[in-house]
């Protein structure tokens, strides 16, 4: 029953925040931007819960047994990502004084390739959003509400209806701060379940022979054909910065919440700079139940992403299990409730223009289009629950996660040439990339045995950009 009290606190936070955040403001301009007007430290420290989702907190302490410390060699790469985002997009964001980032789309290339930029990140963003989402809802299940017999659909339905209640009024002003209150949950709860680990150790077990077992090797040098090769992994780390923060309307939309360019600028390098130690106490959480398993002969779980979860439920005390849920609950809500606003601005500004219309029709508008995403959400999550085939969940994440590629094409061919394409070719090209990658990647492994790891994200985008090379020959700006 104190899982209930935890939850139902917790969510009482959520609302005190949204009451004091909200009271002056429900226009369009705070829900899209905030009114240009959040400190740049609280949109900094939100933003590593934005990141890190509910299947991050039970992954990467997974990835060790297999992949060891290897996943720091793409976090590396996440720092390179950020000083290209910090210095590259957002002085062009703020230049344009854009409410969705692609709009630039439509100033540089046209309406049709606009309205293909918006719709790959709609798409992309719902459907990865809930399917993260109903990992961590499935994870709840196990651990809380199965005991009590409450349907997955009834916890979906009310979890994404607290997201809406807590959101609805002021958007992305009271997200900032939620998502702020929501990191400080999830780092405090991934250290104390750290330490609540370390003191199953056995004493004779230093934290120098954690750093000298194999468990923390990081880097892969000597075999390319890996997918943990370090430079595979680092350049990817670098591009998916790059799309998946500054290419993407969710985690952009915190930062041109900031007054100035320079704020801006700054909570991404601390950001991006606090991202690293965050994964570190992930991958040590994992390094720690696993040498906890092997000194106590503890059979573990087939799947990796369940190790956490077992350990909690069995082993650890009873305030890491609240820690744990905690945790998962914070990065759920603080990576759903911010896609739900992402999703509604995009819809909002790039398809019904909503800045045009007068105040009151636009401001009606929104509020009607955020309520049709987050049932939509709602639906997608209780059919992925239907569904109970992780397998084509996997499949259908995996197809998402090739739209972010031809936003990668179009913003790079846009910055660094003068060419313009045919608007009306864009579409297609964007279309065509993502099956043109999948068509490569299963011929390199099914025929060379070659295994694509996160660059195929690059090869998507360089696809893009010659897509629309050939479409803009003998038309220049």
């Not at 950020?82 to 980032?101: C, D, G, Q, R």
């Not at 540089?108 to 963003?125: D, E, T």
């Not at 401001?363 to 959400?377: E, G």
Request: net charge positive.
């Amino acid at each position: 029953m104190y899982y209930f009290v935890v939850i139902i606190f917790y969510l009482f936070l959520l609302f005190v925040v949204d009451y004091f955040v909200s009271r002056k403001g429900g226009d369009n301009v705070t829900f899209f931007s905030g009114n240009h007007n959040s400190p740049w430290y609280l949109v900094a420290f939100g933003m590593i819960g934005a990141s890190i989702s509910g299947i991050s907190v039970v992954s990467v302490p997974g990835m060790v047994g297999a992949g060891h410390w290897t996943y720091l060699q793409t976090c590396l790469g996440f720092i390179l990502g950020y000083l290209i985002v910090a210095f590259v997009l957002l002085p062009l964001y703020y230049k344009l004084n854009l409410t969705s980032i692609y709009e630039y789309l439509n100033i540089r290339f046209g309406s049709k390739s606009y309205h293909i930029g918006s719709a790959f990140f709609v798409v992309a963003k719902i459907v990865s959003s809930a399917t993260k989402l109903y990992v961590v809802i499935i994870a709840l299940e196990m651990f809380i509400f199965s005991k009590y017999n409450v349907p997955f659909a009834v916890v979906t339905l009310v979890i994404v209806f607290v997201m809406w209640l807590y959101t609805r009024r002021s958007g992305i002003k009271t997200i900032v701060w939620t998502d702020s209150l929501q990191t400080l949950f999830l780092v405090a709860a991934l250290v104390f379940m750290c330490v609540d680990a370390w003191k199953m150790l056995p004493n004779n077990i230093s934290l120098s022979d954690l750093w000298n077992s194999e468990l923390t090797d990081i880097f892969v040098w000597n075999d390319f054909a890996s997918p943990r090769n370090f430079w595979k992994q680092f350049i990817s780390g670098a591009f998916i910065v790059v799309v998946m923060t500054g290419l993407d309307q969710d985690m952009m939309q915190k930062n041109i919440t900031c007054k100035t360019l320079k704020q801006s600028r700054t909570n991404m390098l601390v950001y991006g700079s606090a991202f690293l130690p965050i994964n570190i106490i992930l991958l040590l959480l994992g390094t720690i139940l696993l040498f906890v398993a092997q000194s106590n002969s503890i059979s573990l779980p087939e799947a990796p992403d369940n190790i956490l979860p077992f350990f909690v439920s069995n082993y650890m005390s009873p305030i890491a299990s609240v820690c744990f849920l905690l945790g998962i609950i914070a990065a759920s809500f603080s990576s759903a409730d911010s896609a739900l606003t992402s999703i509604t601005t995009t819809i909002a500004v790039d398809f019904f223009n909503v800045k045009s219309l007068e105040q009151s029709k636009a401001v009606r508008l929104r509020k009607n289009i955020h309520v049709i995403v987050s049932v939509f959400f709602a639906i997608l999550v209780i059919a992925f629950g239907y569904t109970q085939n992780n397998s084509i969940i996997d499949t259908i994440y995996t197809i998402v996660g090739y739209a972010y590629g031809p936003l990668l094409g179009l913003f790079a061919f846009g910055l660094f040439t003068k060419r313009k394409p045919k608007d009306a070719l864009v579409p297609y090209i964007a279309v065509a990339s993502p099956i043109f990658c999948l068509i490569i990647s299963w011929s390199l492994s099914r025929f060379c045995g070659y295994v694509f790891g996160y660059e195929l994200l690059l090869l998507n985008g360089i696809l893009t950009f010659v897509g629309l090379f050939f479409a803009s020959l003998n038309k220049r700006d």
